[in-house]
């Protein structure tokens, strides 16, 4: 069976310090890989997608960046983090090509202070 | 960007009550999925709609895809104080990207 891993599951961080987010996936190859925002009792907005190694979509500019260094684990990062990107950050995984569905990992809870 | 409204936004009923959520977009997809999130939690699937009019039960939860395949609807039949939770509903484009709703708290007072 296949499981998704995030961490840290919390993390707080200074105004302008530097970010890393980490999501692994078991039980699979070459998954699609995606990372979402979510704030408070609301949707998810996504941020980053990827079909393979070395190939990132960025749908919304901003102060973060995503990698993707092996097949299966997926990077977020930023150089300088700001107070408006606090918020639950979230992982998903889906089968290449014929996934409808998206599977999530737990998430991590980040405050910017 | 392809957005996908859900109303209510909040829903607090008694148990045993029935209710409904819908999930509309001015878009079409290639599929819908419904989820449901926990506090603290990632999403956890509940059902995907593939074809236009189709409808999927799930116990004691009905699902819908507009015939046009841009929306959706979630009916709970009495409901129980294990449904609450956020409700979301994410439209899948042919190109593999999804697109969330904005998201349905229920609560369920016993």
């Known amino acids: 069976s296949q499981t998704i891993h995030q961490w840290p599951a919390t993390l707080v961080q200074p105004v302008g310090s530097p970010l890393s987010l980490e999501c692994t996936v078991e039980g699979t190859s070459n998954p699609n890989l995606y990372w979402y925002r979510q704030a408070a009792g609301r949707g998810l907005q996504l941020l980053f997608y990827?079909?393979?190694?070395?190939?990132i979509s960025s749908e919304v500019p901003q102060n973060l960046s995503a990698s993707r260094p092996q097949d299966r684990q997926f990077i977020l990062s930023s150089k300088k983090l700001l107070l408006s990107d606090s918020g639950f950050y979230l992982c998903?995984?889906?089968?290449?090509?014929?996934?409808?569905?998206?599977?999530f990992g737990p998430g991590t809870r980040l405050t910017v202070t | 960007t392809q957005l996908l409204e859900q109303s209510p936004q909040f829903l607090s009923i008694q148990e045993g009550e029935n209710l409904t959520v819908y999930c509309n977009s001015s878009?079409?997809?290639?599929?819908l999925q419904w989820y449901r999130q926990e506090p603290g939690e990632g999403p956890v699937l509940l059902v995907t709609v593939v074809t236009g009019g189709e409808v999927k039960k799930l116990k004691r939860l009905t699902f819908q895809f507009g015939d046009a395949r841009k929306d959706s609807s979630l009916h709970i039949t009495a409901a129980q104080t294990g449904d609450t939770g956020l409700y979301l509903c994410a439209g899948a484009t042919a190109g593999n990207q999804f697109y969330f709703g904005t998201g349905t708290s229920l609560t369920v007072i016993p």
């Open positions: 878009s079409v997809f290639s599929s």
């Open positions: 990827s079909v393979g190694i070395g190939q």
């Open positions: 998903a995984w889906n089968r290449a090509f014929s996934g409808y569905e998206q599977y």
